[in-house]
Protein backbone atom coordinates (compact mmCIF):
# COMPACT_ATOMS: atom_id res chain seq x y z
CA UNK A 1 0.00 0.00 0.00
CA UNK A 2 2.61 2.14 0.89
CA UNK A 3 4.57 2.01 -2.11
CA UNK A 4 1.35 2.56 -4.26
CA UNK A 5 1.19 5.53 -2.16
CA UNK A 6 4.55 6.56 -2.96
CA UNK A 7 4.12 5.72 -6.80
CA UNK A 8 1.04 7.90 -6.47
CA UNK A 9 3.09 10.90 -5.42
CA UNK A 10 5.68 10.60 -7.71
CA UNK A 11 3.06 11.08 -10.90
CA UNK A 12 2.53 14.98 -9.54
CA UNK A 13 5.21 17.20 -11.03
CA UNK A 14 7.34 19.11 -8.88
CA UNK A 15 7.29 22.64 -10.12
CA UNK A 16 10.50 24.77 -8.75
CA UNK A 17 10.83 28.43 -8.66
CA UNK A 18 14.43 29.96 -8.85
CA UNK A 19 15.27 33.18 -7.38
CA UNK A 20 15.25 32.89 -3.98
CA UNK A 21 14.16 29.62 -3.99
CA UNK A 22 16.51 26.98 -5.85
CA UNK A 23 19.36 29.71 -6.15
CA UNK A 24 20.18 31.89 -2.27
CA UNK A 25 20.08 35.21 -5.02
CA UNK A 26 18.36 37.05 -7.42
CA UNK A 27 19.60 36.13 -10.93
CA UNK A 28 18.35 39.80 -11.92
CA UNK A 29 19.92 41.62 -9.67
CA UNK A 30 23.33 39.96 -10.36
CA UNK A 31 22.89 40.57 -13.96
CA UNK A 32 21.76 43.98 -13.69
CA UNK A 33 25.52 44.46 -11.48
CA UNK A 34 27.05 42.68 -13.86
CA UNK A 35 26.00 45.10 -16.59
CA UNK A 36 26.54 48.08 -14.40
CA UNK A 37 30.26 47.09 -13.59
CA UNK A 38 30.50 46.60 -17.42
CA UNK A 39 29.32 50.49 -17.79
CA UNK A 40 27.80 52.56 -15.17
CA UNK A 41 26.18 54.52 -17.46
CA UNK A 42 23.54 51.39 -18.30
CA UNK A 43 21.79 52.47 -14.92
CA UNK A 44 20.11 54.71 -17.29
CA UNK A 45 19.25 52.35 -19.80
CA UNK A 46 17.93 49.82 -17.96
CA UNK A 47 15.60 52.63 -16.30
CA UNK A 48 14.78 53.42 -20.17
CA UNK A 49 13.54 49.33 -20.56
CA UNK A 50 11.84 49.53 -17.73
CA UNK A 51 9.17 51.34 -18.87
CA UNK A 52 8.27 48.88 -21.57
CA UNK A 53 7.80 46.47 -18.71
CA UNK A 54 9.79 44.40 -16.55
CA UNK A 55 10.04 41.18 -18.96
CA UNK A 56 11.69 43.74 -21.58
CA UNK A 57 14.12 44.69 -18.94
CA UNK A 58 14.95 40.98 -17.99
CA UNK A 59 15.55 40.78 -21.75
CA UNK A 60 17.58 43.35 -22.65
CA UNK A 61 19.77 42.91 -19.51
CA UNK A 62 20.35 38.86 -19.99
CA UNK A 63 21.52 39.39 -23.55
CA UNK A 64 23.98 42.04 -22.72
CA UNK A 65 25.38 39.56 -19.43
CA UNK A 66 26.77 36.38 -19.34
CA UNK A 67 25.71 34.99 -15.65
CA UNK A 68 28.33 32.42 -14.85
CA UNK A 69 25.16 30.30 -13.16
CA UNK A 70 28.33 27.27 -12.21
CA UNK A 71 28.88 29.86 -9.70
CA UNK A 72 26.07 30.91 -7.72
CA UNK A 73 24.87 30.08 -4.27
CA UNK A 74 22.44 27.24 -4.92
CA UNK A 75 20.46 25.99 -1.95
CA UNK A 76 22.22 22.88 -1.25
CA UNK A 77 19.34 20.83 1.10
CA UNK A 78 16.83 22.04 -1.78
CA UNK A 79 18.97 20.61 -4.56
CA UNK A 80 19.81 17.01 -2.65
CA UNK A 81 16.12 16.67 -1.66
CA UNK A 82 15.06 17.57 -5.51
CA UNK A 83 17.58 14.94 -6.65
CA UNK A 84 16.19 12.54 -4.24
CA UNK A 85 12.83 13.68 -5.81
CA UNK A 86 14.01 12.53 -9.40
CA UNK A 87 15.86 9.44 -8.21
CA UNK A 88 12.27 8.41 -7.68
CA UNK A 89 10.43 8.60 -10.58
CA UNK A 90 9.45 12.02 -10.27
CA UNK A 91 9.41 15.14 -12.38
CA UNK A 92 10.84 17.98 -11.92
CA UNK A 93 9.83 21.33 -13.80
CA UNK A 94 12.16 24.87 -13.38
CA UNK A 95 9.60 27.47 -13.72
CA UNK A 96 10.53 31.21 -12.88
CA UNK A 97 10.19 34.75 -13.23
CA UNK A 98 14.02 35.13 -14.65
CA UNK A 99 14.77 35.22 -18.24
CA UNK A 100 14.96 32.30 -20.29
CA UNK A 101 18.15 32.58 -21.06
CA UNK A 102 19.48 32.52 -17.53
CA UNK A 103 16.79 29.73 -16.44
CA UNK A 104 18.01 27.06 -19.88
CA UNK A 105 21.55 28.09 -18.88
CA UNK A 106 20.66 26.50 -15.16
CA UNK A 107 18.58 23.47 -15.97
CA UNK A 108 21.36 22.49 -18.63
CA UNK A 109 24.02 22.39 -15.75
CA UNK A 110 22.08 21.03 -13.45
CA UNK A 111 20.54 18.24 -15.44
CA UNK A 112 17.61 17.90 -13.36
CA UNK A 113 14.64 19.02 -14.54
CA UNK A 114 12.29 17.70 -17.56
CA UNK A 115 11.22 21.34 -18.34
CA UNK A 116 11.96 25.17 -18.08
CA UNK A 117 9.70 27.65 -18.01
CA UNK A 118 10.74 31.16 -17.49
CA UNK A 119 10.01 34.71 -18.93
CA UNK A 120 10.39 35.84 -22.54
CA UNK A 121 10.69 39.63 -23.77
CA UNK A 122 6.99 39.87 -23.34
CA UNK A 123 5.31 37.59 -20.65
CA UNK A 124 6.79 37.77 -16.81
CA UNK A 125 5.92 34.72 -15.44
CA UNK A 126 5.66 35.51 -12.09
CA UNK A 127 2.63 35.63 -9.66
CA UNK A 128 -0.54 34.95 -11.39
CA UNK A 129 0.94 34.48 -14.70
CA UNK A 130 3.15 31.24 -13.56
CA UNK A 131 0.07 30.12 -11.73
CA UNK A 132 -1.83 30.38 -14.86
CA UNK A 133 0.61 28.65 -16.92
CA UNK A 134 1.28 25.68 -14.31
CA UNK A 135 -2.71 25.26 -14.39
CA UNK A 136 -2.78 24.80 -17.98
CA UNK A 137 0.08 22.56 -18.61
CA UNK A 138 -0.79 20.30 -15.35
CA UNK A 139 -4.58 21.42 -14.65
CA UNK A 140 -5.39 22.95 -11.26
CA UNK A 141 -4.26 21.09 -8.79
CA UNK A 142 -2.32 18.78 -10.31
CA UNK A 143 1.58 19.64 -9.41
CA UNK A 144 3.41 20.91 -6.06
CA UNK A 145 5.41 23.92 -6.16
CA UNK A 146 8.35 24.86 -4.61
CA UNK A 147 8.64 28.50 -3.73
CA UNK A 148 9.65 31.23 -1.50
CA UNK A 149 7.93 34.91 -1.74
CA UNK A 150 4.74 36.67 -1.04
CA UNK A 151 4.20 36.70 -5.21
CA UNK A 152 4.29 32.47 -4.60
CA UNK A 153 1.34 32.43 -2.51
CA UNK A 154 -0.69 32.53 -6.25
CA UNK A 155 0.60 29.68 -7.35
CA UNK A 156 0.78 28.07 -3.74
CA UNK A 157 -3.62 28.61 -3.74
CA UNK A 158 -3.72 26.62 -7.14
CA UNK A 159 -0.89 24.07 -6.42
CA UNK A 160 -1.83 20.76 -4.88
CA UNK A 161 1.15 20.47 -2.62
CA UNK A 162 2.98 23.28 -1.17
CA UNK A 163 7.28 23.53 -0.63
CA UNK A 164 7.75 26.24 1.17
CA UNK A 165 11.28 27.75 0.55
CA UNK A 166 13.79 30.84 2.65
CA UNK A 167 10.67 31.91 3.39
CA UNK A 168 9.87 34.52 6.30
CA UNK A 169 7.38 33.97 8.78
CA UNK A 170 4.68 36.14 7.08
CA UNK A 171 4.96 34.22 3.75
CA UNK A 172 5.07 30.93 5.73
CA UNK A 173 1.99 31.56 7.06
CA UNK A 174 0.41 32.42 4.09
CA UNK A 175 1.36 29.73 2.56
CA UNK A 176 0.04 26.76 5.05
CA UNK A 177 -3.24 28.92 4.82
CA UNK A 178 -3.78 28.14 0.74
CA UNK A 179 -2.27 25.27 0.35
CA UNK A 180 -1.19 21.56 1.96
CA UNK A 181 2.51 22.36 3.16
CA UNK A 182 4.60 18.64 2.07
CA UNK A 183 8.35 20.74 2.70
CA UNK A 184 9.66 23.61 4.61
CA UNK A 185 13.09 24.35 3.94
CA UNK A 186 14.04 27.44 6.20
CA UNK A 187 16.78 30.21 6.01
CA UNK A 188 19.78 29.53 7.74
CA UNK A 189 20.71 32.43 9.26
CA UNK A 190 19.62 35.78 10.35
CA UNK A 191 19.83 38.18 7.30
CA UNK A 192 20.39 41.21 9.16
CA UNK A 193 23.52 39.56 11.25
CA UNK A 194 24.82 38.52 8.05
CA UNK A 195 24.04 41.97 6.51
CA UNK A 196 26.63 43.64 9.12
CA UNK A 197 28.93 40.86 8.70
CA UNK A 198 28.92 42.27 5.12
CA UNK A 199 29.79 46.03 6.17
CA UNK A 200 33.29 44.59 7.77
CA UNK A 201 32.98 46.37 10.78
CA UNK A 202 36.00 44.69 11.98
CA UNK A 203 37.40 47.09 9.16
CA UNK A 204 36.22 49.70 11.07
CA UNK A 205 39.37 50.66 13.07
CA UNK A 206 41.73 51.49 9.46
CA UNK A 207 38.98 55.04 10.55
CA UNK A 208 41.02 55.58 13.71
CA UNK A 209 43.49 56.96 11.54
CA UNK A 210 41.34 60.30 11.66
CA UNK A 211 42.61 60.92 15.01
CA UNK A 212 45.90 60.72 14.18
CA UNK A 213 46.60 64.68 13.26
CA UNK A 214 45.11 64.98 16.77
CA UNK A 215 47.13 62.83 18.57
CA UNK A 216 50.34 64.52 16.61
CA UNK A 217 49.34 68.22 17.43
CA UNK A 218 48.37 67.51 20.71
CA UNK A 219 44.95 69.07 20.67
CA UNK A 220 43.24 66.18 22.50
CA UNK A 221 42.40 67.80 25.22
CA UNK A 222 40.00 70.23 23.45
CA UNK A 223 36.31 68.95 24.36
CA UNK A 224 34.85 70.34 20.59
CA UNK A 225 37.26 68.91 18.58
CA UNK A 226 37.69 65.90 19.90
CA UNK A 227 33.88 65.60 19.75
CA UNK A 228 33.86 66.38 16.32
CA UNK A 229 36.64 63.56 15.03
CA UNK A 230 34.19 61.25 16.80
CA UNK A 231 31.93 62.25 14.62
CA UNK A 232 33.72 62.29 11.73
CA UNK A 233 34.86 58.68 12.88
CA UNK A 234 31.65 57.37 12.95
CA UNK A 235 30.93 59.03 8.78
CA UNK A 236 33.91 57.19 7.69
CA UNK A 237 32.51 54.06 9.11
CA UNK A 238 29.55 54.49 7.58
CA UNK A 239 30.74 55.54 4.29
CA UNK A 240 33.62 53.19 4.27
CA UNK A 241 30.78 50.24 4.85
CA UNK A 242 28.42 51.20 2.06
CA UNK A 243 31.48 51.08 -0.36
CA UNK A 244 32.47 47.41 0.99
CA UNK A 245 28.57 46.92 -0.02
CA UNK A 246 29.56 47.85 -3.19
CA UNK A 247 32.66 46.49 -3.68
CA UNK A 248 30.75 42.54 -2.82
CA UNK A 249 28.03 43.57 -4.80
CA UNK A 250 30.55 44.40 -8.11
CA UNK A 251 32.97 41.46 -7.08
CA UNK A 252 30.41 38.65 -6.76
CA UNK A 253 31.66 36.44 -9.69
CA UNK A 254 35.49 36.65 -8.60
CA UNK A 255 34.53 36.40 -5.14
CA UNK A 256 32.64 32.76 -5.65
CA UNK A 257 35.83 31.62 -7.25
CA UNK A 258 38.25 32.39 -3.92
CA UNK A 259 38.44 30.14 -1.56
CA UNK A 260 37.72 32.53 1.28
CA UNK A 261 35.93 35.36 -0.06
CA UNK A 262 33.45 32.59 -1.34
CA UNK A 263 31.71 32.84 2.38
CA UNK A 264 30.83 36.33 2.46
CA UNK A 265 27.01 37.15 2.75
CA UNK A 266 26.39 38.20 -0.72
CA UNK A 267 28.62 35.19 -2.36
CA UNK A 268 27.06 32.49 -0.51
CA UNK A 269 23.61 34.01 -0.74
CA UNK A 270 23.37 34.93 3.09
CA UNK A 271 21.41 38.39 2.69
CA UNK A 272 19.51 39.20 -0.17
CA UNK A 273 21.39 41.64 -2.65
CA UNK A 274 18.38 43.82 -2.78
CA UNK A 275 18.61 44.23 0.95
CA UNK A 276 22.15 45.38 0.62
CA UNK A 277 21.46 48.44 -2.44
CA UNK A 278 18.64 49.49 -0.15
CA UNK A 279 21.32 49.69 2.65
CA UNK A 280 23.86 51.23 1.07
CA UNK A 281 21.79 54.73 0.42
CA UNK A 282 21.00 54.56 4.08
CA UNK A 283 24.54 54.25 4.84
CA UNK A 284 25.28 57.38 2.88
CA UNK A 285 22.57 59.50 3.68
CA UNK A 286 23.89 59.14 7.84
CA UNK A 287 27.36 59.30 6.81
CA UNK A 288 26.80 62.66 5.17
CA UNK A 289 24.84 64.00 8.05
CA UNK A 290 27.35 63.34 10.53
CA UNK A 291 30.08 64.71 8.05
CA UNK A 292 28.11 67.97 7.95
CA UNK A 293 28.50 68.25 11.63
CA UNK A 294 31.74 68.09 11.67
CA UNK A 295 32.53 70.22 9.23
CA UNK A 296 32.38 71.76 5.79
CA UNK A 297 36.40 70.66 5.13
CA UNK A 298 35.92 67.11 6.23
CA UNK A 299 33.13 66.63 4.63
CA UNK A 300 34.97 67.39 1.16
CA UNK A 301 37.79 65.34 2.19
CA UNK A 302 34.93 62.78 2.63
CA UNK A 303 33.19 63.26 -1.28
CA UNK A 304 37.09 62.86 -2.53
CA UNK A 305 37.16 59.63 -0.67
CA UNK A 306 34.04 58.28 -1.94
CA UNK A 307 34.29 59.06 -5.25
CA UNK A 308 38.45 57.02 -5.43
CA UNK A 309 36.58 54.32 -3.64
CA UNK A 310 33.92 54.05 -6.19
CA UNK A 311 36.76 54.13 -9.19
CA UNK A 312 39.08 51.80 -7.70
CA UNK A 313 35.74 49.35 -7.50
CA UNK A 314 34.82 49.97 -10.87
CA UNK A 315 38.38 50.27 -12.56
CA UNK A 316 41.36 50.82 -10.55
CA UNK A 317 41.50 47.37 -8.51
CA UNK A 318 41.61 45.58 -11.75
CA UNK A 319 45.06 47.23 -12.56
CA UNK A 320 48.48 46.49 -11.22
CA UNK A 321 50.24 48.79 -8.65
CA UNK A 322 48.12 51.49 -9.87
CA UNK A 323 45.64 49.54 -7.26
CA UNK A 324 48.29 49.41 -3.84
CA UNK A 325 48.56 53.06 -4.88
CA UNK A 326 45.01 54.02 -4.47
CA UNK A 327 44.93 52.20 -1.34
CA UNK A 328 47.80 53.81 0.02
CA UNK A 329 45.62 57.22 -0.96
CA UNK A 330 42.67 55.88 0.86
CA UNK A 331 44.52 55.29 3.93
CA UNK A 332 46.29 58.97 3.84
CA UNK A 333 42.75 60.48 3.26
CA UNK A 334 41.63 59.34 6.66
CA UNK A 335 44.62 61.14 8.03
CA UNK A 336 43.72 64.11 5.74
CA UNK A 337 40.42 63.85 6.80
CA UNK A 338 41.51 64.06 10.44
CA UNK A 339 43.22 67.35 9.76
CA UNK A 340 40.69 68.92 8.02
CA UNK A 341 38.24 68.24 10.89
CA UNK A 342 40.85 70.59 12.75
CA UNK A 343 40.87 72.94 9.96
CA UNK A 344 44.70 72.14 9.52
CA UNK A 345 46.94 72.09 6.72
CA UNK A 346 49.04 68.46 7.22
CA UNK A 347 52.38 68.89 7.13
CA UNK A 348 54.58 67.51 3.66
CA UNK A 349 56.00 65.11 6.51
CA UNK A 350 53.12 63.35 7.43
CA UNK A 351 51.47 63.07 4.31
CA UNK A 352 54.67 61.66 2.62
CA UNK A 353 55.25 59.53 5.12
CA UNK A 354 51.76 58.03 5.37
CA UNK A 355 52.10 57.61 1.67
CA UNK A 356 54.89 55.17 2.03
CA UNK A 357 54.00 53.18 4.64
CA UNK A 358 50.26 52.16 3.43
CA UNK A 359 52.16 52.33 0.09
CA UNK A 360 54.00 48.84 1.87
CA UNK A 361 50.92 47.78 3.76
CA UNK A 362 48.85 47.79 0.30
CA UNK A 363 51.56 45.52 -1.32
CA UNK A 364 51.94 43.48 1.46
CA UNK A 365 48.16 43.16 1.54
CA UNK A 366 47.99 41.86 -2.16
CA UNK A 367 51.79 39.56 -1.68
CA UNK A 368 50.01 38.03 0.95
CA UNK A 369 46.77 37.17 -1.31
CA UNK A 370 49.06 35.87 -3.84
CA UNK A 371 50.91 33.72 -1.56
CA UNK A 372 47.71 32.06 -0.27
CA UNK A 373 47.02 31.24 -3.78
CA UNK A 374 50.13 29.90 -4.89
CA UNK A 375 49.72 27.36 -1.51
CA UNK A 376 46.68 26.34 -3.42
CA UNK A 377 48.53 25.97 -6.69
CA UNK A 378 47.14 28.66 -8.59
CA UNK A 379 48.36 31.12 -10.88
CA UNK A 380 46.43 34.60 -11.70
CA UNK A 381 43.99 36.34 -9.22
CA UNK A 382 40.69 36.47 -9.80
CA UNK A 383 39.61 40.02 -10.44
CA UNK A 384 43.01 41.05 -10.10
CA UNK A 385 46.22 42.06 -12.46
CA UNK A 386 48.69 39.73 -10.81
CA UNK A 387 49.93 36.63 -10.98
CA UNK A 388 51.80 34.67 -8.85
CA UNK A 389 55.36 35.40 -10.20
CA UNK A 390 54.89 38.74 -9.22
CA UNK A 391 55.40 37.82 -5.68
CA UNK A 392 59.42 38.53 -5.58
CA UNK A 393 58.94 42.01 -7.16
CA UNK A 394 56.01 42.87 -5.26
CA UNK A 395 57.67 42.22 -2.07
CA UNK A 396 60.92 44.24 -3.42
CA UNK A 397 58.45 47.12 -3.68
CA UNK A 398 56.58 47.11 -0.29
CA UNK A 399 60.03 46.38 1.53
CA UNK A 400 61.89 49.25 -0.30
CA UNK A 401 58.79 51.36 0.18
CA UNK A 402 57.78 50.62 4.06
CA UNK A 403 61.97 51.36 5.31
CA UNK A 404 61.62 54.52 3.38
CA UNK A 405 58.57 55.61 5.42
CA UNK A 406 61.02 55.45 8.34
CA UNK A 407 63.94 57.25 6.55
CA UNK A 408 60.63 59.81 6.21
CA UNK A 409 60.03 59.69 10.00
CA UNK A 410 63.93 60.31 10.76
CA UNK A 411 63.97 63.44 8.56
CA UNK A 412 61.00 64.81 10.35
CA UNK A 413 62.70 64.25 13.56
CA UNK A 414 65.70 65.96 12.21
CA UNK A 415 64.04 69.04 11.31
CA UNK A 416 62.67 72.37 12.93
CA UNK A 417 58.57 71.06 13.06
CA UNK A 418 59.60 68.36 15.40
CA UNK A 419 61.52 70.91 17.96
CA UNK A 420 58.88 73.40 17.82
CA UNK A 421 56.30 70.50 19.35
CA UNK A 422 59.03 68.46 21.19
CA UNK A 423 61.05 69.62 24.20
CA UNK A 424 63.56 66.46 23.81
CA UNK A 425 63.26 65.81 20.00
CA UNK A 426 66.38 63.18 20.60
CA UNK A 427 63.94 60.85 22.41
CA UNK A 428 61.89 60.31 19.02
CA UNK A 429 64.76 58.71 17.64
CA UNK A 430 63.65 55.34 19.16
CA UNK A 431 60.67 55.64 16.98
CA UNK A 432 62.39 54.37 14.09
CA UNK A 433 63.90 51.20 15.23
CA UNK A 434 60.66 50.32 16.18
CA UNK A 435 58.79 51.21 12.60
CA UNK A 436 61.67 49.53 11.27
CA UNK A 437 61.03 46.14 13.54
CA UNK A 438 57.30 46.46 12.73
CA UNK A 439 57.10 46.59 9.28
CA UNK A 440 59.81 44.06 8.94
CA UNK A 441 57.66 41.55 10.96
CA UNK A 442 54.79 42.40 9.06
CA UNK A 443 56.50 41.49 5.74
CA UNK A 444 58.72 38.31 7.32
CA UNK A 445 54.90 37.11 8.07
CA UNK A 446 53.34 37.70 4.97
CA UNK A 447 56.37 35.67 3.20
CA UNK A 448 55.71 32.76 5.70
CA UNK A 449 52.13 32.88 4.27
CA UNK A 450 50.91 33.84 8.04
CA UNK A 451 49.66 37.37 7.27
CA UNK A 452 45.69 35.98 6.31
CA UNK A 453 44.27 39.79 6.45
CA UNK A 454 44.79 43.48 5.59
CA UNK A 455 47.66 44.58 7.73
CA UNK A 456 45.87 47.24 9.20
CA UNK A 457 43.01 44.88 10.80
CA UNK A 458 45.89 42.48 11.46
CA UNK A 459 47.95 45.02 14.16
CA UNK A 460 44.53 45.78 15.40
CA UNK A 461 44.32 42.46 16.62
CA UNK A 462 48.33 41.76 17.17
CA UNK A 463 49.48 41.48 20.23
CA UNK A 464 53.24 42.35 19.11
CA UNK A 465 52.04 45.47 17.36
CA UNK A 466 49.87 46.58 20.42
CA UNK A 467 53.26 46.21 21.62
CA UNK A 468 55.32 48.34 19.59
CA UNK A 469 52.11 51.02 19.46
CA UNK A 470 52.13 51.31 23.48
CA UNK A 471 56.53 51.96 23.26
CA UNK A 472 55.84 54.37 20.20
CA UNK A 473 53.01 56.20 22.52
CA UNK A 474 55.69 56.15 25.35
CA UNK A 475 58.35 57.63 23.71
CA UNK A 476 55.98 60.57 21.97
CA UNK A 477 54.95 61.38 25.85
CA UNK A 478 58.25 61.07 26.62
CA UNK A 479 59.31 63.26 24.06
CA UNK A 480 57.13 66.36 25.30
Given amino acids: MSDM ?39 FSMLFWLLSGKAYLKEMISARTALDVTTLPYNQALLDWLKQQGSAGRELVLVTAANQRIAN ?19 NVSASRKRDKLDRLFGKGGYDYAGNSRDDLEVWSSCRRAVVVNASSTVAAGAAKVADVQ ?39 EIDLLVATILAFVAFCLCSSSVYLINDLLDLKADRKHSEKCHRPFASGQVSLLLGIQTIPVLLVLSIMLAVAA ?49 EIPSVWLVSFSMFLFTSLAMAKRYAELKSLELEAGDMASGRDYKVTDLPIIA ?42 WIGRIWLLAGRGELNQDPVVFATRDKISYIVFVFGLLTLLAAR
Fill in 5 to 43: SENSKSQFPLCVDLDGTLVNTDTLIESAVLLIKINPLYI
Fill in 105 to 123: AVGTHLGIFSQVIASSSTD
Fill in 396 to 437: QLGVASGYISTLVMALYIDSSDVADIYHHQRVMWLLCPLLMY
Fill in 183 to 221: ESFPAAASPWRALLTAMRPHQWSKNLLVFVSLLIAQRYG
Fill in 295 to 343: GPMFFSVLLVYFTITLAYSFYFKRLALLDVLMLAVLYTLRILAGAAVAV
